[in-house]
């Protein structure tokens, strides 16, 4: 059954962005995508998702955890190393995202409070 409170749009986000630790580009991007998602009437601050080949390979090291978003999937995290720094579960992605999601298969989300994402 589909919750009709809980939704999310998903567009491209028009403009290069970066996400960065410390000062140091982990990914930069011109094929970002923005989610927007909105849960019973509440809109949360826009994510934005990068190409996962546009992402410094060596900067994400898959861990253990996982969560389930009832209209995203679930999701897969990743440990941010950059500069010396280890930003544990710092990114995530949904491999199998649900069809409402499907724009984001292959891309990366960076948790805003652990790494600087902005335009580039």
Same mark, same amino acid.
């Given at each position: 059954?589909?919750?009709?409170?809980?939704?999310?749009?998903?567009? $491209?986000?028009?403009?290069?962005?970066?996400?960065? +630790?410390?000062? =140091?580009?982990?990914?930069?991007?011109?094929?970002?995508?923005?989610?927007?998602?909105?849960?019973?009437?509440?809109?949360?601050?826009? =994510? +934005?998702?990068?190409?996962?080949?546009?992402?410094?390979?060596?900067? $994400?090291?898959?861990?253990?955890?996982?969560?389930?978003?009832?209209?995203?999937?679930?999701?897969?995290?990743?440990?941010?190393?950059?500069?010396?720094?280890?930003?544990?579960?710092?990114?995530?992605?949904?491999?199998?995202? $649900?069809?409402?999601?499907?724009?984001?298969?292959?891309? =990366?989300?960076?948790?805003?409070?652990? =790494?600087?994402?902005?335009?580039?």
């Amino acid at each position: 059954m589909t919750d009709k409170s809980h939704s999310a749009r998903i567009s $491209l986000a028009g403009e290069p962005y970066a996400a960065k +630790v410390a000062g =140091v580009t982990v990914a930069r991007s011109e094929h970002a995508m923005i989610l927007q998602e909105e849960k019973a009437g509440k809109s949360y601050p826009p =994510v +934005v998702y990068f190409p996962r080949e546009d992402i410094a390979a060596e900067s $994400l090291q898959p861990t253990d955890h996982h969560s389930h978003c009832p209209i995203k999937g679930d999701a897969s995290y990743f440990t941010v190393k950059a500069d010396g720094k280890t930003l544990e579960n710092a990114a995530w992605s949904y491999p199998q995202p $649900l069809p409402q999601a499907a724009a984001v298969k292959g891309y =990366v989300a960076f948790y805003p409070d652990k =790494v600087t994402v902005e335009p580039a």
